[in-house]
């Protein structure tokens, strides 16, 4: 069994009252040519992410308990429908001045069956963190999202990830996500880790 460590880091302070992402495209593509993107205008969606996902880990205080839950997205329902998976293997608590989050679950827990998640080699993942998550495709109101990548360079460039061997990607190795990129400092992701390794 392979357990994925998640790390993120903001400039500022984790606010409940924002919302934060953690998404993941569980597609076996090692290419991996489509994954996931915020959604930063109208027609909204979902009001968070667009492009390819499965699954999605999210921190708020719409969450249960701890704030963090992991979701499934519903095949066939336009990323609009979700179904709640339960809590993180283990979750850091995050107090009022904590500027990050950290989270750890089993693969097992996106694919229940062992051996088809033994089988998974490839995803694609992306960090999202936004003030507010707009459905009304008529809201004209701008919201403020940071997402991996930079900005002059593209909207967002998510991370294609192997999960079949033990390894540790971290922001300083890619030089994917920029300080300073939103002017909220609550918002602006300034550092992350990922893990994944054996159980």
């Known amino acids: 069994m392979r357990r994925i460590v998640v790390?993120?880091?903001?400039?500022?302070?984790?606010?409940?009252?924002?919302?934060?992402?953690?998404?993941f495209n569980l597609s076996n593509d090692p290419t991996g040519q489509a994954g996931p993107v915020p959604v930063v205008a109208p027609p909204w969606g979902n009001g968070f992410a667009a492009g390819a996902f499965t699954h999605f880990m999210r921190y708020d205080n719409l969450q249960p308990a701890g704030g963090y839950a992991l979701y499934r997205v519903v095949p066939n329902t336009n990323l609009s429908v979700f179904q709640y998976l339960g809590a993180p293997r283990f979750s850091e608590p995050v107090a009022a001045d904590s500027n990050r989050l950290r989270f750890e679950i089993d693969l097992t827990q996106f694919i229940p069956n062992p051996v088809d998640a033994a089988q998974m080699q490839f995803i694609q993942l992306?960090?999202?963190?936004?003030?507010?998550?707009?459905?009304?495709?008529?809201?004209?109101?701008?919201?403020?999202?940071?997402?991996?990548?930079?900005?002059?360079?593209?909207?967002?460039?998510?991370?294609?990830?192997?999960?079949?061997?033990?390894?540790?990607?971290?922001?300083?190795?890619?030089?994917?996500?920029?300080?300073?990129?939103?002017?909220?400092?609550d918002l602006d992701i300034v550092d992350w880790r990922l893990e994944v390794r054996a159980l």
């Open 7 to 23: 790390e993120v880091q903001v400039a500022g302070r984790i606010r409940p009252d924002y919302h934060y992402f953690v998404l």
């Open 126 to 185: 992306n960090i999202l963190a936004t003030d507010r998550i707009p459905i009304d495709p008529n809201d004209p109101t701008r919201k403020v999202v940071d997402a991996l990548g930079d900005p002059n360079l593209g909207v967002s460039q998510y991370l294609n990830l192997r999960i079949d061997q033990n390894r540790i990607v971290r922001n300083a190795d890619t030089n994917l996500e920029p300080r300073g990129d939103v002017p909220d400092p």
